[in-house]
């Protein structure tokens, strides 16, 4: 690889015409090249062109039922199976921003998708002015990506210690060698299945100038998350040794190691519910008015055997679900010596870990007014409430002490070398995931307000000015709660400034000015155009990212949320879009291109 003689570690000598005997040559690297295809090109870069083979299956199924039992009662049912296999050859989640080539064959990954969906409906009509429809509905999603070597124990055949044991730590470990292809599996998996049940009743009421609607709905869901990576382990070898990366991998001596030990895996138990009223006025022939209400609420995600953990900053440490005494077996106190532990009764944490919102109160308001047939008012006011149930946040949670850890191993010394599978048992520092979201967790709502104005000229001319704005509230983003100020130390010095949490603690802003025309069809023409003058501010935001070199959308001073204050990502100030469509046919007495039988053609020509 040009990278000067290949010292033997042993020795600290040269070996002999830079050859390393094949009796020193590691038998677990021996195993895994055995995986690799040889070059199929000369040269020492980039020589290996080929592809391998894709099994894709997809099955689906579908059945659907309407009945009508009388003129005031009707049945609609529907039942939709899916089932996909997708065996790739090459591991899907592969980082193409490090310079190195994508891997070879032999470490591909399995993707497998299970759903069903159910679909019932009834609806009672009790007279033409009153009716009410009842849903059900059930949807199950089963689906994981994994290795298509998870059939294999290497960690267990080659004496791997410190890294977790089939089925989690299946398939071949990850072999880092800049410069080289990643030898190995692809380092994350996911599984997930969900069951997720609705029931949904609407009740509709015309009364005179009014149309009443009444509703509500209930939603369970019960989930089974599992996101894992470096299970089977992660080793970088950097030339420490040798003064060669692939030599260091052929001796089996890597100067960085890790992976997560523990089962992350959750089973969680939620519910949403909702209800609404609203009432459509025509008060007059020019005024009509849109008037509701909804409430909403979310819980958050129960782990049915209390088997995850959050951070807790009361006591700088981690609070679990249960009573002193009376906690998930699973969990490890004494591997993370020095870490605050508590249990949810002990500081007085739902066992959800997060408390429920219950103040989800949303009104809305909207009206149409003409005080001229050819000029239109409208406008309106609402709040709309995120009606996630939070998922993204409760599967984090599986990851923190004392259910989870991150192993690390670090050797930059060239004379003492440590075989990789020994590495993580040397032992090796533990390291902290500190990670979930704050106890307090309102739900993020959106104020929405709009105003227009829409006046025709003639029979087919329109034109409409309209102002937009909203405003964000509560929206979900990361903090670094153990960011120290410039010069100073970390609060919670255990916990390392690696400490992401979630928080509804930021903001959003956005102003537009939307001005469009129209011309209607006529004389085969159709023209349209719009121009949008708009602002949109926020203070950032976004998912927690422990899991990488770099903080997703984590503020610069966590403790200054409001100076991250700025023009959004995706803010476009102006915006301009044009339609045109002309039917060159459509002319009164031209029937251009007519067949022998005395048909016309459509031609129509269209842009934008």
Known sequence: ??????????????????????????????????????????????????????????????????????????????????????????????????????????????????SSNLALQYTHVFNPNFLNEFRFGYNYLDAGQKSANSNVDFVGQFGFRGTNPPPLGAGYPSMVIPGLSTLGDATTKLFTTNNVFSFVDDLVRNVGKHSLKLGGSYTRSLVRTEFVFNTAGQYKFLGVFTGNPFADFLLGYPAVATALTGNPTLHGIGYRVGAYFQDDWRATNRLSLNLGIRYDTNSRFRERDGKMANFAPEIGGFVIPGTPGHTNPAADFARFPGVPFATSSELRYPDQLTNNDYNNLAPRIGFSYSPASSVVFRGGFGIFYNTGLLGGRF??????????????????????????????????????????????????????????????????????????????????????????????????????????????????????????????????????????????????????????????????????IAAEKGRSAFDTKHRVVLNAVYDCLSETGKHWLQTPAGSSRSWWVAGS
Do not use: C
Request: proline residues 10%; negative net charge; aromatic residues 10%.
């Open 1 to 114: 690889m040009g990278m000067g003689p290949i010292i033997n570690p042993a020795t600290q000598q040269p070996f002999m015409n830079d050859q390393i005997p094949d009796a020193m040559i590691a038998p677990f690297a021996k195993a895994i090249l055995a995986n690799v295809p040889l070059p199929t090109t000369p040269g020492l870069g980039r020589n290996f062109s080929g592809f391998g083979d894709r099994d894709l299956s997809m099955d689906q199924f579908t059945t659907r039922i309407d009945h009508t039992f009388s003129s005031n009662n009707l049945v609609f049912g529907r039942y939709i199976f899916s089932k996909v296999n997708d065996l790739e050859p090459y591991p899907a989640t592969v980082d193409l921003s490090s310079g190195s080539p994508l891997p070879p064959p032999g470490f591909g990954q399995l993707t497998t998708q299970r």
């Open 395 to 560: 599967g984090i949670m599986g990851f923190n002490p004392p259910f989870t850890g991150l192993e690390l191993f670090l050797n930059f010394d060239p004379t003492a070398p440590i075989s990789a599978p020994n590495s993580l048992g040397n032992p090796a520092t533990n390291v902290i995931l500190g990670q979930g979201p704050t106890k307090d967790f309102p739900d993020a709502y959106l104020q929405e307000w709009n105003l227009s104005v829409e006046k025709q000229f003639g029979s087919s001319l329109m034109f409409e000015a309209e102002y937009i704005g909203s405003r964000g509230i509560h929206l979900d983003g990361t903090t670094l709660p153990n960011q120290p100020a410039p010069g100073g130390t970390p609060r919670w010095p255990i916990l390392g400034v690696d400490l992401e949490i979630a928080e509804p603690a930021f903001d959003s802003w956005y102003h537009g000015m939307i001005l469009r025309a129209e011309k209607r069809y006529s004389h085969g023409l159709v023209l349209s155009g719009s121009y949008t003058f708009s602002k949109s501010l926020d203070t950032g935001g976004g998912s927690l990212s422990n899991f990488s070199d770099e903080h997703s959308g984590a503020p610069q001073n966590s403790a200054d």
